[in-house]
């Protein structure tokens, strides 16, 4: 693995930590119209990054099927829903502000399915993230470094919220700072790992990799329809999450486009 891929894999992360040591220097709990606007604007940056920075490559790298170019793109979009509905069903998580656990009952402590549901939602970034360098290291016309960064920052602006979204409310509940912030930097370390991971299977399996970043995208969506989303709508009516989640959209389609 080259310096620049390393480096790209890592950003993602360094948001999170950023966003986890929020509890070191903030005393209250994030509001609930601060949640809602962070949700929106991480689901923003989601959609504009599944869309420009993955299905839009997937579609051109399969040109060659003329008016069936579509379809590859269609068929990962779809397996990388399924997987994270197959994960969402199977791992015991429980997302900030609801008190009904999801997935497969356990006995685990509430501050552990918190952060399990940050982690269940960090798969797909990370997949996502070493999806798009692996693209760029096996010489895709289509993925250029700066674009495969421009999607490494645009994940890192949103994991920095979500950084603080973990370690808040662990502040909250009573947890010691250095804990709080230990737990909401574990939430991102997924991020790396499965970038990671990601890279080391697709070098094998370069003509697949429209359905790769495809299945990436709908792994993306998912997030996006199923937790965000909710979350940024939930209790008083307010168009908070709205605004911010064209902000995020629009900062994502910039960066992608600028330095792609």
């Not at 930590?17 to 949640?35: D, E, I, P, R, T």
């Not at 006995?107 to 798009?132: D, F, R, S, W, Y």
Request: proline share 5%; aromatic share 8%.
């Amino acid at each position: 693995m080259n310096i620049h891929v390393f480096q790209g894999i890592m950003i993602p992360f360094a948001g999170t930590l950023l966003g986890a040591a929020c509890v070191f220097f903030m005393k209250n709990k994030l509001s609930a119209s601060v949640q809602k606007g962070l949700s929106g604007f991480a689901a923003g940056v989601m959609s504009a990054a599944s869309i420009w920075s993955l299905l839009i490559p997937a579609i051109d790298q399969s040109s060659a099927l003329g008016r069936l170019s579509f379809l590859p793109a269609f068929i990962g979009f779809w397996a990388g829903i399924l997987f994270l509905l197959l994960l969402d069903e199977l791992i015991p998580h429980l997302h900030p502000g609801s008190s009904e656990p999801e997935g497969v009952k356990a006995h685990l402590k509430k501050t552990t399915m918190l952060t399990l549901a940050v982690v269940l939602h960090n798969i797909p970034e990370g997949m996502a993230v070493g999806v798009v360098f692996a693209g760029f290291v096996s010489g895709s016309r289509s993925i250029t470094l700066a674009a495969a960064l421009a999607l490494s920052i645009g994940i890192a602006i949103q994991n920095f919220p979500e950084g603080a979204i973990v370690s808040m409310p662990l502040r909250s509940a009573g947890m010691s700072k250095s804990r709080s912030f230990v737990y909401g930097a574990l939430s991102g370390i997924v991020e790396p790992a499965a970038a990671y991971i990601t890279i080391l299977l697709s070098e094998h399996l370069v003509p697949l990799m429209p359905y790769l970043l495809s299945f990436a995208a709908g792994a993306m969506m998912y997030v996006v329809v199923e937790e965000l989303v909710p979350e940024m709508a939930q209790g008083k009516h307010s168009n908070i999450g709205t605004i911010l989640f064209a902000a995020g959209f629009t900062v994502m389609m910039m960066l992608d486009i600028a330095l792609g």
